[in-house]
């Protein structure tokens, strides 16, 4: 994630921004993301229709709830495990999304 502040409209619908955080090795078949979210904010239920997350393509991914608008903080912990070399690595990003509202 470039930047871990991102700003969208409320009528974005699903949106698909690159995450690399870990660089896959040669065995890519083997190696499996998994996604672990901490929501800073007890309101970031009402935010999403699809929380964020990071898909196998290290791209992240949400969707908000119409007429959803405001500020919302989460710690995303993204886990990289490679079972054949019987390692994982992690690596955690703070990330604000800001939900701009829009007078449709």
Do not use: C, W
Request: charged fraction near 20%; aromatic fraction near 8%; charge should be negative.
């Amino acid at each position: 994630l470039e930047r871990n502040n991102i700003t969208v409209s409320e009528d974005d619908g699903n949106v698909s921004i690159p995450f690399v955080v870990i660089e896959r090795g040669n065995n890519e078949g083997v190696e499996s993301f998994q996604t672990m979210i901490t929501p800073n904010d007890p309101l970031f239920d009402n935010y999403f229709r699809i929380p964020p997350h990071v898909g196998e393509d290290g791209e992240l991914m949400f969707s908000t709830k119409a007429d959803a608008f405001g500020v919302t903080e989460y710690n995303m912990t993204v886990t990289l495990t490679d079972p054949a070399a019987g390692s994982s690595i992690s690596v955690t990003r703070t990330v604000t999304i800001t939900i701009v509202a829009v007078n449709d």
